[in-house]
């Protein structure tokens, strides 16, 4: 038997990238997956689909995160694809992944896209976290993704990294008030990951991949499914005795 057969988790932003290979890993462990996105429709069914093809359970649910309504319009689409499925509306697994970057550095950084990336990033992961406790089950799992750029200075994505260190502050506390129920609640911290958030500036870029590269002790750039499998390990029973702290999953960068 699979380690997550029977269990319900929903993953927001897993339509492409980090999310998604968190959704494909979670959904070969045996999850049913809810697998959320905020426009790209087309990519997040092409993820049901590979994931349905590989013989899992997922359904998507579309809701951007960060703005007025999220979370309502997130659970509300939430329930029906539970249904479809024959499943409760509890939930086990709550990966709050969904995030958006800002390579700015403070001379640069405006109000407007400061709100933007607290919005997405910290407040949505708040209040969609705050709607879930009470169809959580106990004995669940909460697992944030932040960034190693809360451990390493990182002055190019200041305002980003400042989302993610509210996060630390956010996954600490909870873990303590959600103890007795038996839920943890932790991060996940990646690196540089091969995704679209850096396509700009890393894909076919030699010279920029090598750079990047070499700031891992492991020694290449990460990978999603890298990521992928630090969160499997949290949500499965192994992860059962590891609660408020961040797994640093950037394969050893600036050690
Ligand atoms: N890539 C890295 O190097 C790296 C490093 C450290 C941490 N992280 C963190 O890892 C997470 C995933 O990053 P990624 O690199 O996989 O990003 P990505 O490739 O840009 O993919 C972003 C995903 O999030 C969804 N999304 C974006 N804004 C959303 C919103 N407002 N509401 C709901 N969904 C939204 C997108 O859906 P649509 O397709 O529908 O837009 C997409 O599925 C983020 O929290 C990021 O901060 C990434």
Known sequence: MATLEGKTAL?????????RAIAER?????????????RDEAAAKEVVAAI????????AVQARLGTEGDVDTLFAALDPGLREHGAAREIDILVNNAGVGAAITIED?????????????????????????????????????TTGATRIAFPEAIAYAMTKGAIDTFT???????????ITVNNVAPGIIDTDMNADWLRGNADAE??????AALGRVGRPDDVAAAVAFLA????RWVTGTTIDATGGSHL
């Not at 990033?121 to 004995?139: E, H, I, K, V, Y």
């Not at 090598?210 to 700031?215: I, T």
Request: hydrophobic share 45%.
């Open 210 to 215: 090598a750079h990047a590269a070499s700031r």
């Open 172 to 182: 600490l506390a909870l873990a303590q008030h959600l103890g007795p129920r038996g």
């Open 109 to 145: 950084v405006t109000p407007a896209l400061y709100d933007e990336v607290f919005a997405v990033n910290t407040r949505a992961t708040f209040f969609t976290t705050q709607r879930a406790l009470s169809r959580l089950r106990d004995g669940g799992r909460i697992i944030n993704i």
């Open 236 to 239: 499965s029973a192994d992860g």
């Open 52 to 59: 349905t093809t590989a013989g899992g359970r997922a359904f």
């Open 11 to 19: 993953v927001t932003g897993a339509s492409r990238g980090i999310g």
């Open 26 to 38: 979670l959904a070969a462990d045996g999850a049913l997956v809810a697998v959320n996105y905020a």
